[in-house]
Structures are given as C-alpha cells and as structure tokens.
C-alpha cells in the first residue's frame, strides 16, 4: 500500500494535541519523517486549526507518511 505525505500542523502535531484520541492516530498510522515550515496563516477555528496560504507568515509542522 502506498503511503502520502501529510504536513500535521497546529494543535494537531502529535507532540501537542489536546486530544490523547489524536495522540493515539498519529502513533498508529503516520510515520515521523521531518519538520518544516509552511508560508500561511494559522486560524484557531475551535476544536482544530486551520491554515490560509500567506507570504507574510509561516507555520511550523511535521512531515509524515500516511
């Protein structure tokens, strides 16, 4: 089975989430590869982050295969 990049960003990242139901997800299905950063702008919409592409700003995240 092929595997996909997922860029996890936000409260989402594994190291953060507010959610032990999140933490167990990304232990079980996505493989740490990287850290990076993405040119957009972070928005808290409540129970998850979203992101708007932005020149003026980054975002850190991780990279993992899904």
Same mark, same amino acid.
């Given at each position: 089975? &092929?595997?996909? !990049? /997922? %860029?996890? @960003? *936000? $409260? ?8 032990? %139901?999140?933490?167990? /997800? /990304?232990?079980? @299905?996505?493989? !740490? &590869? !990287? $850290? *990076?950063?993405? &040119?957009?702008?972070?928005y808290d919409l409540g129970n998850y982050p *979203? ?6 700003? !980054?975002?850190? *995240?991780?990279?993992? /295969?899904?």
């Open positions: 089975m &092929q595997k996909d !990049d /997922l %860029f996890i @960003y *936000g $409260t989402l990242r594994k190291e953060i989430a507010p959610s032990e %139901f999140i933490q167990n /997800l /990304l232990d079980r @299905y996505a493989e !740490d &590869q !990287d $850290t *990076g950063f993405v &040119q957009a702008k972070l *979203g992101l708007v592409p932005s020149e003026n700003q !980054d975002d850190f *995240g991780s990279l993992s /295969l899904v």
